[in-house]
């Protein structure tokens, strides 16, 4: 007894195709989903620790002026250790003031940026389009 093997139709393999690929992109979906959910996740714990690094590090400062006032104070009377270090503090703000304002003032306005690339993005589709259609 022979078996006749057939082969399946084209409407059967492109049924099939369309079958596996709807199965691919969800599978695919998934995973996408599982790794932005994992990424978030750690990116999440990540700013917490950021910030706690960060509230630590001024309660640090704070305890280093603190203890500059102190050590002051042992010549010079206390409210006037407290005026040294905060003309000290102030002047050490209105230095990196200057130098920020000077930062900020070197940079370009994003929007002329992002502007001039979007034209030039719409010029480059327009003209593979038009390069297609000859």
């Known amino acids: 007894m022979t078996e006749t093997k057939t082969e399946p139709s084209?409407?059967?393999l492109l049924s099939r195709l369309s079958d596996q690929t709807?199965?691919?992109?969800?599978?695919?979906?998934?995973?996408?989903?599982?790794?932005l959910q994992?990424?978030?996740?750690h990116a999440g714990v990540g700013?917490?620790?950021?910030g706690a690094a960060g509230l630590l590090a001024v309660l640090g400062l704070a305890t280093l002026i603190a203890a500059a006032v102190a050590a002051l104070s042992l010549v010079l009377p206390v409210w006037a250790a407290a005026v040294i270090v905060a003309a000290a503090l102030f002047?050490?703000?209105?230095?990196?003031?200057?130098?920020?304002?000077?930062?900020?003032?070197?940079?370009?306005?994003?929007?002329?940026v992002s502007v001039d690339s979007v034209?030039?993005?719409?010029?480059?589709?327009?003209?593979?389009r038009h390069g297609s259609n000859t």
């Not at 700013?47 to 950021?50: E, P, Q």
């Not at 050490?92 to 370009?108: D, E, F, M, T, Y």
């Not at 034209?119 to 593979?128: G, H, L, P, W």
């Open 38 to 41: 994992e990424s978030a996740k």
């Open 10 to 12: 084209v409407g059967e």
């Open 47 to 50: 700013a917490g620790l950021i």
């Open 22 to 35: 709807s199965r691919l992109i969800r599978d695919e979906m998934r995973l996408a989903q599982k790794e």
């Open 91 to 112: 002047v050490a703000a209105g230095i990196a003031a200057l130098v920020s304002r000077k930062q900020v003032q070197q940079v370009p306005p994003p929007a002329a």
């Open 119 to 128: 034209k030039r993005d719409i010029d480059e589709v327009k003209a593979a």
